[in-house]
């Protein structure tokens, strides 16, 4: 029975073999494959091995789990196929030599801290508020002339 490896960015590659249940990802230690992305659910979705066919399942997860950039509830995966759990990407591979899965995490983009500027607008043009005066208050309406009564 083949074998999952777990390749994450800047530490030692994890190997998991297949059995009965799937192999589970998700945010917490009770999962196998831990990612640390806020968006991923504690129980997120699992890799499992049957038939000679590696499937993916999502597993209740509350912002779904993604193959290729459409929503999956339970598939195949082929080479190349791209997880997406949360905002983490993960790459799906098979080894030819051995047939073990292999499972690589893409590199996330992240956002630089603090407020974010607004982008440059086109042709170097400067946005620019300046005060408007409130308008003057209408002139009062004259009383009206007195009447005159005959006398």
């Known amino acids: ?4 490896i777990y390749k994450r960015p800047n530490e ?3 190997t998991f073999e297949f059995g009965a249940k799937p192999i589970i990802i998700g945010r917490v230690a009770e999962s ?3 990612v640390r992305d806020s968006f991923v659910s504690r129980v997120h979705c699992g890799i499992g091995f049957a038939d000679n066919q590696f499937t993916l399942k999502d597993l209740g997860s509350t912002n779904g789990t993604y193959r ?5 509830f339970q598939c195949n ?3 190349g196929d791209k997880i997406q759990v949360g905002n983490t990407a ?3 591979e098979i080894d030819k030599a051995n047939g073990n899965a292999i499972l690589r995490q893409a590199q996330q983009i992240v956002s630089p801290a603090g ?4 982008p440059p607008r086109p042709g170097g043009v400067k946005q620019v508020t300046i005060q408007v005066p409130k308008p003057a ?3 009062a309406q004259p009383a009206s002339p007195p009447r005159l009564r005959p006398t």
């Open 68 to 72: 290729n950039g459409a929503r999956v």
């Open 1 to 4: 029975m083949p074998s999952l």
């Open 12 to 14: 030692n590659d994890l």
């Open 32 to 34: 196998n494959l831990i």
């Open 77 to 79: 995966l082929a080479a």
């Open 137 to 139: 208050p209408a002139p």
């Open 115 to 118: 407020p974010s500027a607004p």
């Open 90 to 92: 993960l790459i799906f």
